[in-house]
T-cell receptor, first 113, second 118 residues
Framework: SQQGEEDPQALSIQEGENATMNCSYK?????LQWYRQNSGRGLVHLIL?????REKHSGRLRVTLDTSKKSSSLLITASRAADTASYFC?????????????FGEGTQLTVNP | GAVVSQHPSWVICKSGTSVKIECRSL??????MFWYRQFPKQSLMLMAT?????????EQGVEKDKFLINHASLTLSTLTVTSAHPEDSSFYIC??????????????FGPGTRLTVL
């Protein structure tokens, strides 16, 4: 079963605005990862945050992790039309072996030019 | 680096036939590969974990006799959908763990294979 839940399911913003997507999960994790998927394509790894980290940055991306609330957020600053895609969080649960990932339901982001 | 390819990128087949999908790590070795299935507008569901030289580990509810996985080398895993039916139509995506980067836990994803069963 899917562990991750994401909100919002869909987000539409104007170019230049910031986009924030949230992810919640149920069990203890080793790490949480964010991926991007353009329509009909494979996944692109964006960022991995370990359970002992609270915040991580990569370019225009900022990810936070709150293990006490079992939640994470992905912030994309100064969005561009090219950021239009589906964004998924995925958790590597502590209880499972072999780096198996459980994906959230995803957020469809539309950035309007 | 860390490129994963899939072949074919799309396939249309008749009901009852078998379809093989290949997943290759092009510039790294992968002892572990994963197979996912994604239905339209849904998330990825892990089907199985493929380990080089050993049997695949299937997730609950995934029929191992229907979805045959072979991981015969450090760069190739194959998924064969046997006796395919229209409900097997989906987007199949593989990913691979870089043997040389196990500490990073990063999976590298292939571009996916669109299977349509008529």
């Amino acid at each position: 079963s899917q562990q991750g839940e994401e909100d919002p399911q869909a987000l539409s913003i104007q170019e230049g605005e910031n986009a924030t997507m949230n992810c919640s999960y149920k069990t203890s994790i080793n790490n949480l990862q964010w991926y991007r998927q353009n329509s009909g394509r494979g996944l692109v790894h964006l960022i991995l945050i370990r359970s002992d980290e609270r915040e991580k940055h990569s370019g225009r991306l900022r990810v936070t992790l709150d293990t006490s609330k079992k939640s994470s957020s992905l912030l994309i600053t100064a969005s561009r039309a090219a950021d239009t895609a589906s964004y998924f969080c995925a958790t590597d649960a502590e209880e499972t072996s072999g780096s198996r990932l459980t994906f959230g339901e995803g957020t469809q982001l539309t950035v309007n030019p | 680096g860390a490129v994963v390819s899939q072949h074919p990128s799309w396939v249309i087949c008749k009901s009852g036939t078998s379809v093989k999908i290949e997943c290759r790590s092009l510039d790294f070795q992968a002892t572990t590969m994963f197979w996912y299935r994604q239905f339209p507008k849904q998330s990825l569901m892990l089907m199985a974990t493929s380990n080089e030289g050993s049997k695949a580990t299937y997730e609950q509810g995934v029929e191992k006799d229907k979805f045959l996985i072979n991981h015969a080398s450090l760069t190739l895993s194959t998924l064969t959908v046997t006796s395919a039916h229209p409900e097997d139509s989906s987007f199949y995506i593989c990913s691979a763990l870089n043997l040389a980067q196990r500490s990073t836990d990063t999976q590298y994803f292939g571009p996916g294979t669109r299977l349509t069963v008529l």
